[in-house]
């Protein structure tokens, strides 16, 4: 009899991916950093996402050869733009996690050329849904934070028939130190120095873990788990750094409202879910900006798993938990609210008394 636990391939996998596509943005960040990749080459974040994204897939394409990808980019922009192909699949095939690695081998499949760059990138073009098996993938989250010198993510999460089974977080510029507390504005001037880059991973039923990001199969994985809170008064919530994605006034009235003290922390990306689910910080609030924006599944799949396996509770505004199910989008859902299981229910109330919901 196999004593496997559950999804343990999918695990190794995902993660090996989210670790060598890393290399891929931390090197893309750091020649941004010196100038090197200029604006007439495109931007940045560009060159970083399409990378990334071709790694990650080709690796989903070799191990799991019928599972259906909703990713965030298309190789659209790529097709007409020959310069930004040839540059992004020269990082593509540079790109490795070692010779020491026995895991490249285990990642197998690979890009194979410049046309099959823009087969892979165009694997994510699935419409997800409520059946079967749906890898959803972010390949830098966060991008503004990316070019700022803040927070940046890649979040991959399997679905199956709908509900998140496993979902792996990487933050190149969060500190490994699950006790490290989180400075009050950490939305510009992070590193991926000594001491960061981090791995949040969980399956569902299995907890949720962090390990460093640059070890590959190396390090251990060690359980993480949402802070208790005590008391309100002392409690942190955090937010987008960017004022456009999330309502910051609300927000405030919100953690007035709770009797919370301390300024939000704002921090781009999927590293907020980290960060409270690894006790760093309590709340975390997304409030809708507009009537018409609809949360895309690859920016909350991972997150979402990964805070509640560590003892956190996630619903939108109105009380619903997150559906992935029905497709690219969260067209059910409006907004998000983190927090430890034990507290939700009181954040809640609070959220639908300032915006309005009861
Ligand atoms: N009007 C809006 N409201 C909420 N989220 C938005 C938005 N416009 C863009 N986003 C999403 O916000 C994500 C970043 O979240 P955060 O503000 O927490 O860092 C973006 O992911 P990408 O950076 O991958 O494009 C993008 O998908
Ligand atoms: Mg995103
Ligand atoms: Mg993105
Ligand atoms: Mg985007």
Redesign the pocket.
Known sequence: MSTTAPYARELEIAQLAVQRAAILTKRVFHEKAKGTVSKDDASPVTIGDFGAQALIISALRANFPHDAIVA?EEAAQLRSDEKLRSLIWGLVKETKLGDAHAEEELLGGGVKDEADLLEVLDLGRSEGGRVGRVWTL?P???????LRGG??ALALALLEDGDVKVGVLGCPNLPVDDEAPLAADIGANQTDDEGRGVIFSSVIGQGATSRPLGTAGLAESKPIQMKEVKEMASASFCE???S???NQSEAAQIAQKLGITKPSVR????A?YGSIARGAGDIYL?L???KT?Q??I??HAAGDLIVREAGGQVTDTKGRRLDFGVGRTLAENSGVIAAPAAVHGQVLEVVQEVLGLK
């Open positions: 965030e972010d830098i989250d966060g991008t503004k934070g990316f927070q940046y987008s750094v960017e456009g994605h999330s921090m781009d990306s999927q907020k997304r809708p900006t507009s924006y949360e895309k690859w920016d």
